[in-house]
């Protein structure tokens, strides 16, 4: 599982550092694709392919989950970490998240987030989270 909040750098060939708690869960090799909310989703080999049978197991008649299959399976790399940690992020999917220097990796649990670190600040507001567990415990989350 991940998580945990890390502030990195993005270099001028579009290479970020993973931290090393995250690394350690993804080996090798992982799956980055375009995200929820204009950040970008980074896998496991192992959960990615959870997602892949568990959304060739559904039907696609609808247009909507076609579209949603283009565009986040359609955007999806394999990317290598190399020996100093760090992936090459492809330039359309640096441009889909606005990514260009300072960038924020969250762990959600089956996944890592990477965001534009200006994007992060306006997104999460941690000075309400009293709200958000009361909309978590209507749905039946509690923390």
């Not at 999806?76 to 992020?89: F, H, N, P």
């Not at 965001?115 to 209507?138: F, G, I």
Request: include cysteine.
């Amino acid at each position: 599982m991940f998580r945990g909040e890390y502030s990195h750098s993005i270099d001028a060939k579009g290479r970020l550092i993973l931290p090393a708690k995250m690394r350690e869960q993804l080996n090798e090799t992982c799956i980055l694709t375009r995200g929820l909310d204009a950040c970008l989703y980074v896998y496991s080999l192992e959960e990615w392919q959870k997602i892949e049978e568990d959304f060739q197991s559904k039907p696609h008649a609808d247009a909507a989950s076609r579209r949603f299959a283009r565009t986040f399976f359609g955007g999806a790399v394999d990317v290598d970490i190399d020996k100093q940690g760090r992936v090459l992020i492809p330039a359309n999917l640096r441009d889909y998240a606005k990514l260009d220097k300072d960038v924020v990796l969250t762990g959600v649990l089956t996944h890592i987030e990477i965001w534009d670190k200006a994007a992060w600040n306006d997104d999460v507001d941690t000075s309400d989270m009293e709200s958000l567990a009361e909309q978590m415990a209507d749905m039946g989350i509690a923390i």
